[in-house]
């Protein structure tokens, strides 16, 4: 067991706009009282009691006048300066004139894929205001281009247990900055790390924003299990419930909810960063649509042109938008928002390089259109009649020749076309058929 002393430095990343910082939630300081099984910090009378077997990293922001402390046999305390420990001289505080044994509870249940660990923002001034961003379960779990900060002054205890190697861009630990391998390399072979993350899972460290302007992929599908197992432990696997007839799951998402999801394709012109901007200030910024919020994201997603033969994954961006309506007014909020951001799409989407919108909704009071697909005014009208017309056609052909009306035609046009006999033997030479080398047999063709 050791107690050192420590000073801090707040950290300073300097990054752009579109960097998301994520940060860690949970702390295992001293005189964090929800660490403690009594959810009180220790008082003068009071026995502080350490499991011997318990591996703790504890920050002391304070000094603390104790009747006794057992310590654990792994573990450390970080001091901050003027913080420690000193024996009870008789003097206490209101509060504490019961004398009891207070023990710290086992911090080793907090998992890096839990999404409920994880703060995010879009800037550093953002996350110390409590400005958090909303974004689907498997993007609050910090994604391959993400700086994460474990908060200067604190200490803290994570699972990173993991088949897969965490690919972050940044990361602050305790107000020190690492941005490459090698010195988080080092690093993470010291005392203290050891005692901060467990499990086998290692850390890749980027130092590069995304570098395609159209966005980038969270990189946590492969882990979205886990990150929904992470989640739901709490309530015993189950999503909580949903007032909307119809709800619908984002893709990245846990469970189901009520509100709306707009898909977009695009082309080599769209640019996220100026669209995400683009519906933060016309959109959400208004006061009348508080209480509405977007994530808004790069994504995989399985297409299948006209509905019929799936082609594979293509890159979408999906939009999601939910409110704090309860009941039957539940998504009612964001269903009117999505439907101005749909207009402004027909109006203006292909100076943002988007070429199509498909729009999900699902509110408490009815359905409201789930999966219905919009390309408003994104296609020249002409096309889509052509098209329209082409299917019409098709749908027509399949329908008289499965009658045998279209044989029938075919068959009299034919007879009509040859007037001569010589004519006639001459179509039927031209299609009587081949020889079949691999079965040693000839194929008639059409006969008159």
Known sequence: MKVFLSSFVL?????????????????????????????????????????????????????HSLTDMYLPLNGEFIMAPAAGFEAFDGNYNPGCETASEVTFKSTDNYEWYDPTLWHAATSLEDLDLGKYTFLVDEERVPCQYDDVIFQPETSFRVNIASEQTIQLKSISIMGQNFTSDSTLSEYMQGSSAKLQFHGQGTFRLSNTRCPDKSGCECGNSVTHERVCAALLQKSRNQCPMVTCKDAIKPIGHCCEICGVIITLTYSADFDIERYRDRIFHNFLNPSRNNGVQMAMSKMKKLQIPLRVVPRGLDSIIQIVLIDNKTGPYAGTHAEQLANDILKDIADHGKSFGIVTANLQVATGSN???????????????????????????????????????????????LSSLWKRKGDEEDFRTIVEGFDNPMFDTQTKGFSQ
């Open 11 to 63: 950290l300073q990343v300097f990054g752009s706009s579109v960097a998301v910082y994520k940060q860690w939630v949970p702390n295992t300081n001293f005189e964090n009282a929800a660490n403690w099984d009594q959810n009180q910090i220790p008082c003068a009378k009071d026995t502080v009691l350490f499991g011997s077997r318990k591996i703790v990293s504890v920050f002391v922001q304070a000094s």
């Open 367 to 413: 359905w409201s259109g789930q999966g219905i697909s919009s390309y408003l005014g994104l296609l020249d009208t002409g096309i889509f009649i052509g098209i329209l017309l082409i299917l019409i056609f098709l749908g027509i052909t399949l329908f008289l020749y499965k009658n045998d009306a279209l044989r029938s035609l075919s068959s009299l046009n």
